[in-house]
T-cell receptor, first 117, second 116 residues
Framework: DQQVKQNSPSLSVQEGRISILNCDYT??????FLWYKKYPAEGPTFLIS?????DKNEDGRFTVFLNKSAKHLSLHIVPSQPGDSAVYFC????????????????FGKGTKLSVKP | ETGVTQSPTHLIKTRGQQVTLRCSSQ?????VSWYQQALGQGPQFIFQ???????GRGNFPPRFSGLQFPNYSSELNVNALELDDSALYLC???????????????FGQGTRLTVV
């Protein structure tokens, strides 16, 4: 049973427009969420994260929104650039105390974003 | 550049053999996690090591084992390889804080293992 779901395998947007990538989760224990970007032949690169005590976090062109009641988060990229073309993974974890593990990330299957010039 | 390096980058093994994959953590990080990414899937958590001890394990059989060394580098060992073990194996390092939680995990480029 998938605890983190990215229901859109792919997304295509025009350069300069907004890209919106969606992610749903089922485990209400998750309280920390991350987005990673992955290019072919490279490992995932951390993009942005959000704690469950917030509903929005912004970093430059990237904004993550969290709707806890709907167990849904989204990543907005504005404006989209061709270099943003990659696979985007949503990940969730439980941010527990000392000696515990925030590193135990549960990933979705990813969404392949293509930004066309 | 994340500073997390993995070796080798590619490997071909025969079913039934054993394999060791290596990971060098980012400087200052004390926690290493290993993930398996099958084709078309997201990474799946195998286990994590914190200060040389296993600190969490995913749904993987005991033939997947690991080590973390005093310099926080790590190994993933897989015995009795099966065809389904063919995947990209990712190592991620992070820093566990004494007050709780970790920094974000930084990934290496992965080792592509093919079992034939």
């Amino acid at each position: 049973d998938q605890q983190v779901k990215q229901n859109s395998p792919s997304l295509s947007v025009q350069e300069g427009r907004i890209s919106i990538l969606n992610c749903d989760y089922t485990n209400s224990m998750f309280d920390y969420f991350l987005w990673y970007k992955k290019y072919p032949a490279e490992g995932p690169t951390f993009l942005i994260s959000i704690s469950s005590i917030k509903d929005k976090n912004e970093d430059g062109r990237f904004t993550v929104f969290l709707n806890k009641s709907a167990k849904h988060l989204s990543l907005h990229i504005v404006p989209s650039q061709p270099g943003d073309s990659a696979v985007y993974f949503c990940a969730a974890s439980v941010y527990w105390n000392y000696g515990g593990s925030q590193g135990n990330l549960i990933f979705g299957k990813g969404t392949k974003l293509s930004v066309k010039p | 550049e994340t500073g997390v390096t993995q070796s080798p980058t590619h490997l071909i093994k025969t079913r039934g053999q054993q394999v060791t994959l290596r990971c060098s953590s980012q400087s200052g990080h004390n926690t290493v996690s290993w993930y398996q990414q099958a084709l078309g899937q997201g990474p799946q958590f195998i286990f994590q090591y914190y200060r040389e001890e296993e600190n969490g394990r995913g749904n993987f059989p005991p033939r997947f084992s690991g080590l973390q060394f005093p310099n926080y580098s790590s190994e993933l060992n897989v015995n009795a390889l099966e065809l389904d073990d063919s995947a990209l194996y990712l190592c991620a390092s992070s820093l566990a804080a004494r007050t709780g939680g970790n920094t974000e995990a930084f990934f290496g480029q992965g080792t592509r293992l093919t079992v034939v």
